[in-house]
């Protein structure tokens, strides 16, 4: 009884949060890690990219850090900037996979980066993968330090995505590549604060009103920054569609996965109870990744 108050209390004042990046970074911090990761070896906090019906949450987180290392191509030896990292899984996989010269991860949400330094410490890659705590709007690099910038499942929430796109733009090098995956609304008109279910109550929370704006919009905006050969393609047929058939598909019949801890459970039955309002929600929006160019 008084953990759900106090949990209320923290939630009441995350969303009464007037600090864009700080009201993130309280909503970030309300579930319980040891609750939200119980079914999984992984700390991804993105959609995942499903390859089909039988991929499970780790593959799919997995997948889809893969696909954006490879649509955004990366190589070996160069400087990579992550941002939005979360607990930064997608960096420990690029290190190995891909061999940067070195990785620097910057979050707003102090807990997620505690977590990434103290695995970095743990695997000894501190000389590579450099955890710090921030926003993506305001970099703490010089002019023309990075290779490749990357956002993943994040940039939504950057406040704005617009001056990330700018801030990018400055610490890449000439031919450098900026790479996101991203949630958009398939139709721009589509009210932002219409996102009622607790699922997507981030929409409602954590997005400002100046991300809100379609493909054709997230291109527009690439090229205002001075980004060229922009491409920005929907894989939402990939990501949201699967996903909401794995979590509706354990919200209507949980007797049916054994397997996956208690806590796991009491969280979908609270989040997805009304299955058919989240698909509701959920057929307002794309899940896109854009990849574009800064001229040599
Ligand atoms: C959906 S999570 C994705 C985390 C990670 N990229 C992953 O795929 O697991 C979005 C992340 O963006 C972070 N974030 C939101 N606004 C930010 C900002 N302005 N600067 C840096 N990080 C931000 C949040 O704290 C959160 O960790």
Known sequence: MLSS??????????????????????????????????????????????????????????????????????????DILDLGCGYGDQDFLWLEEKNPRQIHAIDVTPRQIEGAQRRAAEEGVTDRLHFHVGTATKLPFDDWSFDRVVALDAALHFHTRADFFREA???????????????????????????????????????????????????????????????????????????????????????????LPPEVLETVSKEWRDTDQIKGELDLLDYVVAIATKPA
């Open 169 to 259: 733009y400055r610490v890449l090098r000439p031919g450098g590549v900026l790479g996101t995956v991203d949630t958009i609304p398939l139709d721009p008109s589509t009210p932002r604060k219409g996102f009622r279910t607790p699922r997507f109550s981030l929409y409602r929370f954590a997005v400002p009103d100046e991300n809100w704006y379609d493909r054709a919009g997230y291109a527009a905006r690439l090229a205002e920054a001075g980004f060229v050969d922009g491409t920005v393609t929907s894989i939402r047929e990939h990501t949201w569609e699967p996903w909401y058939r794995y979590w509706s598909g354990i919200a209507q019949d949980p007797s049916a996965h054994p397997d």
């Open 5 to 78: 108050v106090k949990k209320i209390g923290r939630t009441v004042r995350a969303v009464t949060t007037r600090n864009p990046d700080q009201r993130i970074s309280r909503l970030y911090e309300l579930p319980d890690p040891r609750h939200q990761f119980a079914d999984r070896a992984t700390r991804y906090i993105n959609i995942g990219y499903w390859a089909d019906d039988s991929t499970t949450v780790d593959q799919a987180g997995e997948a889809v850090a893969a696909m954006l290392a490879d649509a955004a191509r990366f190589e070996v030896g160069q």
